[in-house]
């Protein structure tokens, strides 16, 4: 298991190199671009759309319980405000996209491996990287904040919509609070986190499907090997971002 880690982790920096150096390599497909533009991120919005508002209406139910028991139900909005913008927000969202667009770009590059496609594009002289990964890195890395933006929104909305419901709270002052109190870095954290969250994702989802091997067994463990070393990426790169804004605010 460690050798197997050390390995990867020495295959995965020049991978990195040849991705990021592909990004200012013409040609630039502005197609496959817009395509995975469309593909990761407006094809997203439905389920993000359903799991902000959820995450939203469940953190406000469970927060006022705790409130009440301390006398602070004032406070609600915005704790759940803070929680959504820094941390549920962000880390749940890059989990969300891992299972549904991280996995499918790893299948999608280990078809392409298993199919002879990529020795196809070798043999007309097309670096596969360069013509594969550029598309996928820029949609992860912009579509992610725009994403988690969304969620944001929508999470907060829901909340504010709920408080007045279950609480003595009416809806103008919460409305106060969002325009008087609510500090901006908050939204920007949680924007900042999504930018690499998503510029990881797509490394590391490309890797495995470049590194898979020919068939259907090794088709499954690359696509789970994927999602698994993005969703520990993602949890670790939460911790260490947060404790950079922890210092830095």
Not at 46 to 51: E, Q
Not at 114 to 129: F, G, R, Y
Not at 157 to 184: G, H, K, M
Not at 224 to 231: A, N, Y
Request: charge should be neutral; hydrophobic fraction near 55%; aromatic fraction near 10%.
């Amino acid at each position: 298991m460690l050798k197997k880690f050390i390995i990867t982790a020495g295959t995965f920096s020049p991978f990195a190199f040849r991705v990021f150096s592909s990004l200012f390599r013409p040609p630039f497909r502005i197609s496959l671009i817009f395509s995975q533009f469309i593909k990761i991120g407006l094809n997203s919005i439905l389920i993000i759309s359903l799991t902000g508002a959820t995450m939203g209406l469940i953190l406000t139910q469970q927060m006022l319980f705790a409130l009440r028991q301390f006398g602070a139900v004032e406070s609600l909005y915005m704790i759940v405000s803070k929680m959504i913008s820094t941390e549920l927000s962000p880390v749940v969202t890059a989990l969300l996209l891992i299972a549904k667009n991280g996995s499918s770009i790893t299948s999608e590059i280990g078809i392409m491996k298993t199919t002879n496609q990529l020795d196809v594009l070798e043999s007309m002289n097309i670096d596969p990287i360069q013509y594969l990964a550029p598309s996928r890195i820029l949609a992860c890395t912009f579509m992610f904040p725009l994403l988690c933006a969304y969620s944001i929104i929508v999470g907060m909305a829901a909340s504010l919509a709920l408080i007045p419901i279950i609480t003595e709270v009416d809806l103008a002052q919460s409305i106060n609070f969002l325009i008087q109190r609510y500090d901006v870095h908050e939204l920007l954290v949680g924007i900042i986190k999504s930018f690499f969250f998503g510029m990881f994702v797509a490394l590391i989802s490309l890797f495995h499907g470049f590194n898979s091997t020919r068939g259907a067994e090794g088709l499954s463990l690359a696509t789970t090997e994927g999602v698994v070393m993005s969703s520990i990426a993602i949890i670790l790169l939460d911790f260490i971002l947060g404790k950079i804004y922890v210092e830095i605010f």
